[in-house]
C-alpha cells in the first residue's frame, strides 16, 4: 500500500512550539514528528509516495494525527474511495481523491488513533511512542550510586550522576548530563546536550535539545524546546485542586485540554529567573524571560 504524509492542518495552534519550525520537525521520542512517522508507516509495509505519483489507492494521512496502523490496513483494503475517523469524529485519513469530502464512505474506528493538534496532543503522543520501547540501552555513563528501573535508553557521551534516580520509560539523547540526585519518571524523553541539575526533577514531559534544567526545578508534564534555560528552583504546576481537566488559551479562546495533569510550554530561547513558578497550562513565547520569583499566571506569547 501506498502513502502521502501530508502537511498539518492547524501548525499554529501548536504554538510556541511551531513557531521556529514545522509540526514536523518537532521530536518525539527525540525522532522528529515526520521522520518517525515514515519510519512506522515502512516498517508497517507502507511505501512513502510524493503527490506527483499518487494513485486513486493511495492513503492520505495528514501529519498531524497519530494513527494506529490496523485503522490504516482497514482503509486501503476497502474497494471504495474512503474518510477514517475515530470515535470523537476526527478525520484522520482518506483514499480516492485529493479532496476528502469526495470520497464515497465513511469509516468510523476504534482504535487508539487522534489527531495532534494542541502541544498537549504531542505530549499525549510521546507517551504513546515511549510506552512501545521494549529494551534498556545505556551508551552513556552510569553511576554506580545512580537508581535506573523501567525501561531506559541512554545516549552516548551522556552521563547520570550519583543519586539519580530514573523510571522508565525515559529515552536520553547523546551527550547530556543528568544529576546529581535528580529524579526522572513518567514518559520523559530529553533530548542531546542537555543538563537536568541537582535536585531537579522532570515527570512526563518532553525537552528538546541544549536546554538546561536548573538545580531544584520541577518539570511536569511540560514540553521544553531547545536552548531554553530554567533557573534554579523553577517549577510548572500540573495538578489542579479540584481535580478537574486543564484548559489553556489557544489564539484567545480557552481550550478543555482533557488531561487531569498539564504543565507548561516554554518556546526557544526561553530563561527563567530562579524560584519562577508557572501556572499550569502556561505557555511562554520564544527568548521571553522571567524576573526571580516571578509567578507566571497567563501566557507570554
Given at each position: ?199 531537579a526533577e522532570v515527570k512526563n514531559s518532553i525537552i528538546y535539545n541544549n536546554s538546561y534544567i536548573s538545580r531544584q526545578c520541577y518539570v511536569g508534564d511540560s514540553i521544553i524546546c531547545t536552548h531554553v ?73
Amino acid at each position: 500500500m501506498q502513502a502521502i504524509l501530508l502537511p498539518p492542518r492547524f501548525p499554529a495552534y501548536c504554538s510556541p512550539i511551531t513557531a521556529n519550525r514545522d509540526l514536523g520537525a518537532c521530536p518525539i521520542a527525540n525522532l522528529p514528528m515526520k521522520d518517525l512517522l515514515t519510519a512506522e508507516l515502512i516498517r508497517n509495509g507502507f511505501e512513502i509516495v510524493t503527490p506527483e505519483t499518487a494513485t486513486p489507492r493511495t492513503l492520505r494521512i495528514p501529519i498531524d494525527n497519530w494513527i494506529e496502523t490496523g485503522a490504516l490496513v482497514m482503509l486501503g483494503r476497502n474497494p471504495e474511495s474512503a474518510r477514517l475517523y475515530d470515535s470523537d469524529n476526527n478525520l484522520l485519513a482518506w483514499k480516492g481523491f485529493e479532496d476528502p469530502e469526495s470520497c464515497a464512505q465513511k469509516i468510523v474506528t476504534e482504535a487508539d488513533c487522534f489527531p495532534v493538534r494542541y502541544p498537549w496532543d504531542i505530549l499525549r503522543m510521546n507517551e504513546e511512542v515511549l510506552a512501545m520501547m521494549d529494551e534498556t540501552s545505556l551508551l552513556g555513563e552510569v553511576s554506580p550510586l545512580a537508581t535506573i528501573s523501567g525501561c531506559v535508553r541512554l545516549g552516548k557521551g551522556s552521563k547520570i550522576l550519583a543519586g539519580t534516580v530514573i523510571e522508565g520509560p525515559v529515552l536520553i539523547g547523546p551527550n547530556s548530563q543528568i544529576g546529581p540526585n535528580a529524579y526522572i519518571r513518567g514518559a520523559t524523553s530529553i533530548g542531546s546536550n542537555c543538563f537536568v541539575g541537582n535536585g531537579a526533577e522532570v515527570k512526563n514531559s518532553i525537552i528538546y535539545n541544549n536546554s538546561y534544567i536548573s538545580r531544584q526545578c520541577y518539570v511536569g508534564d511540560s514540553i521544553i524546546c531547545t536552548h531554553v534555560t530554567l533557573g534554579a528552583g523553577t517549577c510548572t504546576e500540573n495538578h489542579r485542586h479540584d481535580g478537574r481537566h486543564h484548559t489553556s488559551v489557544i489564539q484567545g479562546q480557552p481550550v478543555n485540554t482533557g488531561r487531569l495533569k498539564f504543565g507548561a510550554v516554554i518556546g526557544d530561547g526561553v530563561k527563567t529567573g530562579v524560584n519562577t513558578s508557572l501556572e499550569a497550562g502556561v505557555k511562554i513565547g520564544v527568548a521571553r524571560t522571567t524576573k526571580p520569583g516571578s509567578y507566571i499566571s497567563h501566557d507570554l506569547l
